[in-house]
Protein backbone atom coordinates (compact mmCIF):
# COMPACT_ATOMS: atom_id res chain seq x y z
CA UNK A 1 0.00 0.00 0.00
CA UNK A 2 2.68 2.36 0.96
CA UNK A 3 4.36 2.07 -2.51
CA UNK A 4 1.59 2.32 -4.07
CA UNK A 5 1.13 5.75 -2.59
CA UNK A 6 4.61 6.56 -3.40
CA UNK A 7 4.17 5.42 -6.80
CA UNK A 8 1.39 8.03 -7.38
CA UNK A 9 2.52 10.92 -5.56
CA UNK A 10 3.49 13.98 -8.05
CA UNK A 11 6.14 13.61 -9.92
CA UNK A 12 9.64 15.55 -9.30
CA UNK A 13 10.34 18.66 -11.61
CA UNK A 14 14.17 17.94 -10.93
CA UNK A 15 13.79 15.06 -13.27
CA UNK A 16 11.81 16.88 -15.59
CA UNK A 17 14.55 19.15 -15.97
CA UNK A 18 17.31 16.16 -15.99
CA UNK A 19 15.49 15.26 -19.09
CA UNK A 20 15.11 18.63 -21.08
CA UNK A 21 18.97 18.67 -20.19
CA UNK A 22 19.64 15.59 -21.82
CA UNK A 23 17.27 15.83 -24.82
CA UNK A 24 18.84 19.00 -25.25
CA UNK A 25 22.86 17.89 -25.64
CA UNK A 26 21.61 15.03 -28.33
CA UNK A 27 19.36 17.79 -30.43
CA UNK A 28 21.90 20.71 -29.68
CA UNK A 29 23.36 20.82 -33.22
CA UNK A 30 20.22 18.94 -34.69
CA UNK A 31 16.85 20.40 -36.30
CA UNK A 32 14.11 18.46 -35.12
CA UNK A 33 10.56 18.39 -35.87
CA UNK A 34 8.00 18.39 -33.47
CA UNK A 35 6.97 14.95 -33.81
CA UNK A 36 10.40 13.53 -33.35
CA UNK A 37 11.00 16.11 -30.46
CA UNK A 38 7.48 14.96 -28.78
CA UNK A 39 8.83 10.77 -29.45
CA UNK A 40 12.03 11.93 -27.16
CA UNK A 41 10.55 12.73 -24.69
CA UNK A 42 7.59 10.31 -24.06
CA UNK A 43 10.43 7.84 -24.51
CA UNK A 44 12.41 9.47 -21.49
CA UNK A 45 9.23 10.10 -19.58
CA UNK A 46 8.56 6.33 -19.71
CA UNK A 47 12.19 5.22 -18.50
CA UNK A 48 12.34 8.21 -15.89
CA UNK A 49 8.79 8.99 -14.07
CA UNK A 50 5.87 7.18 -13.46
CA UNK A 51 2.08 8.37 -13.91
CA UNK A 52 -0.90 6.95 -13.22
CA UNK A 53 -2.82 9.35 -15.99
CA UNK A 54 -1.89 9.88 -19.55
CA UNK A 55 -2.74 13.87 -19.27
CA UNK A 56 -0.14 13.96 -16.63
CA UNK A 57 2.57 12.60 -19.10
CA UNK A 58 1.21 14.81 -21.90
CA UNK A 59 1.53 17.69 -19.53
CA UNK A 60 4.65 16.69 -18.68
CA UNK A 61 5.50 16.56 -22.18
CA UNK A 62 4.40 19.87 -22.89
CA UNK A 63 7.02 21.04 -19.55
CA UNK A 64 9.71 19.27 -20.72
CA UNK A 65 9.56 20.30 -24.55
CA UNK A 66 9.48 24.27 -23.96
CA UNK A 67 12.45 23.66 -21.19
CA UNK A 68 14.50 22.22 -24.72
CA UNK A 69 13.41 24.89 -26.93
CA UNK A 70 13.81 27.35 -24.71
CA UNK A 71 17.87 25.82 -24.09
CA UNK A 72 18.36 25.36 -27.77
CA UNK A 73 17.01 28.61 -29.18
CA UNK A 74 18.15 30.72 -25.97
CA UNK A 75 14.74 32.08 -25.41
CA UNK A 76 13.30 33.62 -22.59
CA UNK A 77 9.43 35.21 -22.34
CA UNK A 78 9.12 38.82 -21.36
CA UNK A 79 7.59 39.54 -18.55
CA UNK A 80 3.94 39.70 -16.95
CA UNK A 81 3.96 43.21 -16.18
CA UNK A 82 4.97 44.27 -20.51
CA UNK A 83 2.40 41.87 -21.21
CA UNK A 84 -0.31 43.79 -19.00
CA UNK A 85 1.35 47.18 -20.60
CA UNK A 86 0.75 45.93 -24.13
CA UNK A 87 -2.57 44.65 -23.60
CA UNK A 88 -3.60 47.86 -22.26
CA UNK A 89 -1.73 50.14 -24.62
CA UNK A 90 -3.57 48.16 -27.67
CA UNK A 91 -6.82 48.15 -26.14
CA UNK A 92 -6.66 51.97 -25.96
CA UNK A 93 -5.29 51.91 -29.25
CA UNK A 94 -8.28 49.96 -30.77
CA UNK A 95 -10.57 52.09 -28.68
CA UNK A 96 -9.29 55.33 -30.58
CA UNK A 97 -9.37 53.19 -33.52
CA UNK A 98 -13.47 52.88 -32.48
CA UNK A 99 -14.18 56.36 -31.65
CA UNK A 100 -12.72 57.48 -34.93
CA UNK A 101 -14.85 55.39 -36.71
CA UNK A 102 -18.46 56.32 -34.16
CA UNK A 103 -17.48 59.86 -35.22
CA UNK A 104 -17.38 58.82 -39.56
CA UNK A 105 -20.69 57.62 -38.49
CA UNK A 106 -19.03 53.62 -39.88
CA UNK A 107 -21.01 52.31 -36.48
CA UNK A 108 -24.31 53.24 -36.30
CA UNK A 109 -24.10 51.59 -40.13
CA UNK A 110 -22.85 48.61 -39.04
CA UNK A 111 -23.17 45.88 -36.27
CA UNK A 112 -21.03 46.92 -33.94
CA UNK A 113 -20.11 43.78 -32.37
CA UNK A 114 -19.10 42.41 -35.50
CA UNK A 115 -17.06 45.63 -36.96
CA UNK A 116 -15.40 45.30 -33.18
CA UNK A 117 -14.27 41.77 -33.68
CA UNK A 118 -13.08 42.84 -37.72
CA UNK A 119 -11.12 46.01 -36.03
CA UNK A 120 -9.14 43.73 -33.63
CA UNK A 121 -8.42 40.43 -36.14
CA UNK A 122 -7.49 43.23 -38.45
CA UNK A 123 -5.21 45.36 -36.14
CA UNK A 124 -3.38 42.33 -35.08
CA UNK A 125 -2.83 40.21 -38.26
CA UNK A 126 -1.11 43.34 -39.90
CA UNK A 127 0.57 44.66 -37.25
CA UNK A 128 2.16 40.92 -35.98
CA UNK A 129 2.77 39.49 -39.71
CA UNK A 130 4.78 42.15 -40.79
CA UNK A 131 6.96 43.86 -37.94
CA UNK A 132 5.37 40.70 -35.48
CA UNK A 133 5.11 43.58 -33.13
CA UNK A 134 1.70 45.85 -32.28
CA UNK A 135 2.06 49.52 -31.28
CA UNK A 136 2.53 48.45 -27.63
CA UNK A 137 5.10 46.30 -28.56
CA UNK A 138 6.90 49.22 -30.31
CA UNK A 139 6.93 50.77 -26.61
CA UNK A 140 7.88 47.88 -24.46
CA UNK A 141 10.29 46.80 -26.98
CA UNK A 142 9.08 43.24 -26.99
CA UNK A 143 8.22 41.29 -30.36
CA UNK A 144 6.54 37.87 -31.43
CA UNK A 145 8.59 35.06 -32.55
CA UNK A 146 7.92 30.96 -33.17
CA UNK A 147 9.51 28.62 -31.13
CA UNK A 148 11.66 27.70 -33.87
CA UNK A 149 13.07 31.47 -33.27
CA UNK A 150 11.89 32.72 -36.86
CA UNK A 151 8.90 35.28 -37.82
CA UNK A 152 6.07 33.97 -37.79
CA UNK A 153 3.74 33.36 -40.62
CA UNK A 154 0.31 34.76 -41.84
CA UNK A 155 -0.96 32.05 -40.44
CA UNK A 156 0.72 31.57 -37.52
CA UNK A 157 -0.62 35.36 -36.44
CA UNK A 158 -3.64 34.80 -37.42
CA UNK A 159 -4.80 31.43 -35.32
CA UNK A 160 -2.71 33.31 -32.70
CA UNK A 161 -5.29 36.60 -33.20
CA UNK A 162 -8.28 33.91 -33.05
CA UNK A 163 -7.63 32.76 -29.84
CA UNK A 164 -7.37 35.79 -28.20
CA UNK A 165 -11.37 35.89 -28.03
CA UNK A 166 -11.45 32.54 -26.43
CA UNK A 167 -13.60 32.93 -23.18
CA UNK A 168 -11.16 33.64 -20.18
CA UNK A 169 -8.10 33.37 -22.44
CA UNK A 170 -6.51 36.48 -20.38
CA UNK A 171 -6.51 34.65 -17.27
CA UNK A 172 -4.21 32.27 -18.82
CA UNK A 173 -1.68 34.78 -18.01
CA UNK A 174 -2.05 35.28 -13.88
CA UNK A 175 1.51 32.86 -13.38
CA UNK A 176 4.26 32.27 -13.63
CA UNK A 177 6.34 35.48 -13.78
CA UNK A 178 7.45 34.79 -17.35
CA UNK A 179 3.96 33.54 -18.77
CA UNK A 180 2.57 32.24 -22.37
CA UNK A 181 -0.46 32.40 -22.81
CA UNK A 182 -3.12 29.95 -24.55
CA UNK A 183 -2.67 32.76 -27.69
CA UNK A 184 1.13 31.84 -27.57
CA UNK A 185 0.81 28.31 -27.02
CA UNK A 186 -2.08 27.26 -29.13
CA UNK A 187 -0.08 29.07 -31.99
CA UNK A 188 3.47 28.05 -31.13
CA UNK A 189 4.77 31.44 -30.02
CA UNK A 190 6.53 33.58 -27.51
CA UNK A 191 6.81 37.52 -26.91
CA UNK A 192 10.41 38.05 -25.95
CA UNK A 193 12.45 40.86 -25.64
CA UNK A 194 13.53 42.75 -28.43
CA UNK A 195 16.93 43.17 -27.65
CA UNK A 196 19.49 44.30 -30.47
CA UNK A 197 22.56 42.33 -30.62
CA UNK A 198 25.61 43.80 -30.97
CA UNK A 199 27.79 42.45 -33.98
CA UNK A 200 30.65 40.94 -32.67
CA UNK A 201 34.17 42.77 -32.51
CA UNK A 202 37.01 40.22 -33.86
CA UNK A 203 39.79 40.43 -31.90
CA UNK A 204 43.45 41.16 -34.18
CA UNK A 205 45.12 38.23 -34.42
CA UNK A 206 48.73 38.31 -31.98
CA UNK A 207 52.14 37.37 -33.47
CA UNK A 208 55.02 36.01 -31.71
CA UNK A 209 58.85 35.49 -32.17
CA UNK A 210 59.04 32.11 -33.21
CA UNK A 211 62.96 32.47 -31.85
CA UNK A 212 62.47 34.34 -29.06
CA UNK A 213 58.71 34.38 -27.46
CA UNK A 214 58.57 38.15 -28.27
CA UNK A 215 55.06 40.20 -29.01
CA UNK A 216 55.45 41.31 -33.01
CA UNK A 217 53.48 43.69 -34.89
CA UNK A 218 51.35 41.99 -37.40
CA UNK A 219 53.64 44.21 -40.52
CA UNK A 220 56.76 43.57 -38.48
CA UNK A 221 59.28 41.91 -40.77
CA UNK A 222 62.01 41.31 -38.20
CA UNK A 223 61.88 40.58 -34.11
CA UNK A 224 63.09 43.78 -32.17
CA UNK A 225 64.36 41.69 -29.91
CA UNK A 226 66.21 38.82 -31.54
CA UNK A 227 66.98 40.59 -34.86
CA UNK A 228 65.03 37.12 -36.44
CA UNK A 229 63.46 37.63 -40.06
CA UNK A 230 59.93 36.95 -39.54
Same mark, same amino acid.
Given at each position: ?????????????????EIS?????KIE??????????????????????????????????? *?? /?????????? !????? =?? +? #??? %?????????????????????????????????????????????????????????? *?? /?????????? !????? =?? +? #??? %???????????????????????????????????????????????????????????????
Amino acid at each position: MKEKIKRNQKPSFEKEEEISERIYRKIEEKKVSDSELDEMIFKEIENSIFFPEDWQKHYAKER *IK /EKVKEKKYNF !IPTTR =LK +R #FLN %FIIDIIILDIFGIILGITGLYFSTNEWFLGIVISVSYYVIFETIWSKTPAKFITKTKV *IT /EYDEKPSFKT !IFIRT =LV +R #FVP %FEAFSFLSPERPRGWHDRWSKTIVIDDIKKLPSVQKPEIFYCSKCGNKLDSDSKFCAKCGAKI
